[in-house]
């Protein structure tokens, strides 16, 4: 006959299961409760380069020569727009295009870090604002305000321009201009 017992002992083989369980379950709710961009990225300063466009790879994704001579492929933040490689969704040809046209190969741009962010991204890609050397122009918010960009914010961790790209994309909408009309 078994005895019924209210203790909470557990085996010994069982103790050390039961400990490292405990701790990967930590580990795990710790990293999905704090994105990575907000404790590795916070405290890091400004990076600045310039450049010249060598490749529009797609609408938020360029290839750019560094003064220094390599090459470095640069997401752009803030802003995403429609795949072309693989699946092309809709519109995703004119964004890219719309790219090409604001900033072509052999345009001169300036890349600068945003220290609320990381500095790349699961593919190696340099995270950067761009903007285009003989005007000025933010290449994020241009991409929104014609419609070409929906503004990208990485977990929930918004970047510096942050306030600026919503703004832009919100008069994209409310014009229909772009995507918002065509998708």
């Given at each position: 006959?078994?005895?019924?017992?209210?203790?909470?002992?557990?085996?010994?083989?069982?103790?050390?299961?039961?400990?490292?369980?405990?701790?990967?379950?930590?580990?795990?709710?710790?990293?999905?409760?704090?994105?990575?961009?907000?404790?590795?990225?916070?405290?890091?300063?400004?990076?600045?380069?310039?450049?010249?466009?060598?490749?529009?790879?797609?609408?938020?994704t360029i290839d750019v020569r560094l003064s220094s001579g390599k090459?470095?492929?640069?997401?752009?933040?803030?802003?995403?727009?429609?795949?072309?490689?693989?699946?092309?969704?809709?519109?995703?040809?004119?964004a890219s295009a719309a790219t090409k046209r604001l900033i072509p190969?052999?345009?001169?741009?300036?890349?600068?870090?945003?220290?609320?962010?990381?500095?790349?991204?699961?593919?190696?890609?340099?995270?950067?604002?761009?903007?285009?050397?003989?005007?000025?122009?933010?290449?994020?918010?241009?991409?929104?305000?014609?419609?070409?960009?929906?503004?990208?914010?990485?977990?929930?961790?918004?970047?510096?321009?942050?306030?600026?790209?919503?703004?832009?994309?919100?008069?994209?909408?409310?014009?229909?201009?772009?995507?918002w009309r065509a998708c």
């Amino acid at each position: 006959m078994l005895r019924r017992t209210t203790s909470t002992r557990v085996p010994v083989q069982r103790r050390g299961l039961v400990a490292r369980l405990v701790t990967t379950l930590a580990l795990a709710s710790s990293l999905l409760a704090v994105p990575m961009s907000q404790t590795s990225a916070q405290a890091a300063p400004t990076v600045r380069h310039t450049g010249k466009v060598v490749k529009i790879v797609d609408g938020d994704t360029i290839d750019v020569r560094l003064s220094s001579g390599k090459v470095k492929r640069i997401r752009i933040l803030g802003v995403d727009t429609p795949e072309v490689h693989g699946r092309t969704e809709c519109y995703g040809k004119k964004a890219s295009a719309a790219t090409k046209r604001l900033i072509p190969v052999g345009t001169k741009v300036r890349l600068t870090s945003d220290s609320t962010q990381d500095r790349t991204d699961q593919y190696g890609r340099w995270l950067r604002h761009v903007h285009r050397s003989k005007d000025n122009t933010d290449v994020s918010r241009w991409l929104l305000k014609k419609g070409y960009a929906r503004t990208f914010i990485w977990w929930d961790n918004p970047l510096k321009k942050a306030k600026t790209y919503r703004a832009a994309e919100a008069s994209a909408k409310k014009a229909r201009r772009g995507l918002w009309r065509a998708c």
